[in-house]
């Protein structure tokens, strides 16, 4: 609803005043990269993300544990062309003009609204440090809830979603062990080639113990430190999400998370 309120132009400025990466403003970015218009949330996105929460809860109703914490689809509908229109020329004002023609064309498409319940206040992982009993009931919470999505065939990343971010990031996953923003989960048996369920493991792993080291503390300023301690949470979201779907999973996880399998080996091709 952004583009709704008194200050979008404000934040807009925010936006195209600062970089992430050293290359694009983060204006830029979520155009040229994320392929997103900047405060906006296009009205294919809100289609397909509710559609993909719908199917997961569905899904999960089967397995008699307790409703996810993940959001509930209430309502998505798509906004006024005018406001579209608006949007876009603002954004346009503080875009590079060879991306004017793209803001144009992401526009076109429309602006949605996506309404979903969540069980809390959906706080993000990424501005949040916790240690002790706190951190390790969101630890829990984050893999206990990547184990629940592998076993009913739904895998929380894949390649498509490098660049443009996963349930399981510290910018999406929350911190009373949660996740939101669904969009980058895909049904396994969407996946044709045994390669690309192989990166999207272990990209679920990669992203599991990155949001845990940014939770606990390990913000990487001693590089050797840093570097054991991500092998070592690494190790252990593999060896729980490993007992948690040798049974009850798709068959074709069996390779990744079977008992003879090396977890080190596993985790330096990982690297």
Not at 31 to 46: N, Y
Not at 140 to 165: E, H, K, N, Q, V
Not at 180 to 185: E, F, N
Request: charged residues 20%.
């Amino acid at each position: 609803m952004e583009p709704f309120v008194s200050d979008f132009a404000a934040a807009l400025d925010r936006m195209a005043s600062y970089s992430t990466d050293g290359r694009l403003s983060n204006l830029e970015h979520l155009i040229e990269v994320e392929h997103k218009l900047p405060g906006c949330l296009l009205f294919d996105e809100a289609a397909a993300e509710a559609s993909i929460a719908a199917a997961i809860h569905k899904r999960l109703a089967d397995d008699g544990g307790p409703l996810a914490r993940l959001p509930l689809p209430i309502f998505c509908g798509r906004l006024p062309d005018a406001l579209a229109e608006t949007a876009a020329r603002a954004i346009s004002a503080r875009a590079s003009p060879r991306l004017w023609r793209k803001i144009e064309r992401l526009a076109a498409a429309g602006l949605g609204v996506y309404v979903y319940w969540y069980p809390s206040v959906p706080l993000r992982a990424w501005s949040c440090r916790a240690n002790g009993q706190a951190g390790t009931a969101m630890c829990d919470g984050w893999i206990g809830l990547a184990a629940r999505l592998l076993r009913a065939g739904f895998l929380p990343t894949t390649a498509r979603s490098f660049g443009r971010g996963q349930c399981c990031d510290p910018q999406n996953a929350v911190v009373d062990g949660g996740f939101a923003d669904l969009d980058s989960v895909v049904p396994i048996a969407q996946i044709g080639a045994q390669q690309d369920l192989f990166v999207a493991v272990h990209a679920t792993i990669r992203e599991l113990a990155a949001t845990i080291l940014h939770v606990l503390g390990s913000d990487g300023s001693a590089a050797a430190a840093f570097g054991e301690n991500r092998r070592m949470i690494r190790q252990v979201v593999w060896q729980r999400l490993a007992q948690a779907c040798r049974e009850h999973a798709d068959s074709r996880l069996t390779p990744f998370f079977d008992a003879g399998h090396s977890v080190s080996s596993m985790v330096q091709s990982m690297e």
